[in-house]
């Protein structure tokens, strides 16, 4: 198969048409080997518009929705990134120049996207998701979506830093973005998505008597 060309057809028909007009970002998403970030049995469709096996029940994030995620966090040169549950984001925010972090808990997920991550740069960890790694961060970013406001990693920002996540309590979510202030936490909507929930950022059951 023809990985280039495959980005290539990617790009121009899943993140170009859906008002991703960042020109570094296309360029870095044309040069990530999104294949070696998925499950090695399905690199054939790795660049397909539908959830990519990573392992077991994980999934790559669709290419266009990472693509405005990452568009909204406006990620710098320089810059200091975060990457929770988010393999393809983390390499693709090391080709815009960030020095990047990901952080995985499922061993499965870190074995399959290690190797991918080493050539592109970025540090692995492997530590639970509702326990962010270090602080201060300029960006973080999470290819799976959770169900509640993420306390844990708004707080993991610098002031003045960006979060950009999947928020879904039902059958539909919103893509938010994160800013905090000195003063507190804003918070954008940005548009309609339906990722997959992490099992660790789902809310405790409630008992009823």
Same mark, same amino acid.
């Given at each position: 198969?023809d990985f280039a060309a495959a980005r290539k057809v990617m790009v121009d028909?899943?993140?170009?048409v859906n008002d991703v007009t960042d020109r570094a970002l296309q360029a870095?998403?044309?040069?990530?080997?999104?294949?070696?970030?998925?499950?090695?049995?399905?690199?054939?469709?790795?660049?397909?518009?539908?959830?990519?096996?990573?392992?077991?029940?994980?999934? /790559?994030?669709?290419?266009?929705?990472? +693509?405005?995620?990452?568009? #909204?966090? %406006? @990620?710098?040169?320089? &810059?200091? =990134?975060? *990457?929770?549950?988010?393999?393809?984001?983390?390499?693709?925010?090391?080709?815009?120049?960030?020095?990047?972090?990901?952080?995985?808990?499922?061993?499965?997920?870190?074995?399959?996207?290690?190797?991918?991550?080493?050539?592109?740069?970025?540090? /692995?960890?492997?530590?639970?998701?509702? +326990?962010?790694?270090?602080? #201060?961060? %300029? @960006?973080?970013?999470? &290819?799976? =979506?959770? *169900?509640?406001?993420?306390?844990?990693?708004?707080?993991?920002?610098?002031?003045?830093?960006?979060?950009?996540?999947?928020?879904?309590?039902?059958?539909?979510?919103?893509?938010?973005?994160?800013?905090?202030?000195?003063?507190?936490?804003?918070?954008?909507?940005?548009?309609?998505?339906?990722?997959?929930?992490?099992?660790?950022?789902?809310?405790?059951?409630?008992?009823q008597f």
């Amino acid at each position: 198969m023809d990985f280039a060309a495959a980005r290539k057809v990617m790009v121009d028909s899943q993140v170009r048409v859906n008002d991703v007009t960042d020109r570094a970002l296309q360029a870095a998403m044309l040069a990530v080997p999104r294949e070696r970030f998925c499950a090695p049995e399905r690199a054939f469709s790795a660049y397909a518009d539908t959830p990519v096996e990573i392992a077991g029940d994980r999934r /790559l994030m669709l290419p266009r929705d990472v +693509a405005k995620l990452l568009q #909204a966090l %406006d @990620v710098q040169p320089g &810059e200091r =990134a975060l *990457a929770l549950a988010a393999p393809y984001a983390a390499a693709v925010m090391a080709r815009l120049g960030a020095t990047v972090v990901a952080q995985d808990s499922d061993p499965a997920v870190a074995a399959v996207v290690a190797p991918g991550l080493a050539d592109e740069g970025v540090e /692995l960890v492997e530590a639970p998701l509702t +326990a962010p790694h270090g602080s #201060a961060y %300029d @960006v973080i970013v999470s &290819e799976g =979506a959770v *169900a509640d406001r993420p306390e844990p990693w708004i707080a993991a920002l610098r002031i003045g830093g960006r979060l950009a996540v999947v928020e879904r309590r039902g059958p539909a979510g919103r893509a938010v973005l994160y800013v905090r202030g000195r003063e507190g936490v804003s918070r954008r909507e940005l548009f309609d998505a339906a990722g997959q929930v992490l099992t660790e950022m789902r809310p405790a059951p409630a008992f009823q008597f």
